[in-house]
């Protein structure tokens, strides 16, 4: 949940994914909806166990004339199944 941060998942630089501890992209989250304050959304498969950094790009009120902003969020772990 958030501010601001709705989805227009026609832009391909509006996204949900999972960033590896190298940078890499791992995985990218189908966004089911979206509104200011909250996404939901899910991926394909579980990722990997390890650590992920959880990113989410999204245009302020889904305006086109903006640049997206990103926040991030670090140090997601993610466990092996049990």
Same mark, same amino acid.
């Given at each position: 949940?958030?501010?601001?941060?709705?989805?227009?998942? &026609?832009?391909? &630089?509006?996204?949900?994914?999972?960033? !590896?501890?190298?940078?890499?992209?791992?995985?990218?989250?189908?966004? &089911?909806? /979206? &509104?200011?304050?909250?996404?939901?959304?899910?991926?394909? =498969?579980?990722?990997?166990?390890?650590?992920?950094?959880? *990113? *989410? /790009?999204?245009?302020? !009120?889904?305006?086109?004339?903006?640049?997206? =902003?990103?926040?991030?969020?670090?140090?997601? *772990?993610?466990?092996? =199944?049990?």
């Amino acid at each position: 949940q958030g501010v601001n941060i709705g989805i227009d998942p &026609d832009n391909a &630089d509006e996204y949900v994914a999972l960033f !590896g501890a190298d940078g890499a992209l791992k995985a990218t989250a189908t966004v &089911d909806e /979206s &509104d200011a304050q909250t996404i939901s959304c899910r991926f394909a =498969a579980a990722p990997e166990p390890g650590v992920y950094t959880l *990113v *989410v /790009s999204a245009r302020n !009120g889904n305006r086109v004339s903006l640049a997206p =902003a990103i926040g991030r969020l670090r140090n997601i *772990v993610i466990k092996a =199944a049990q």
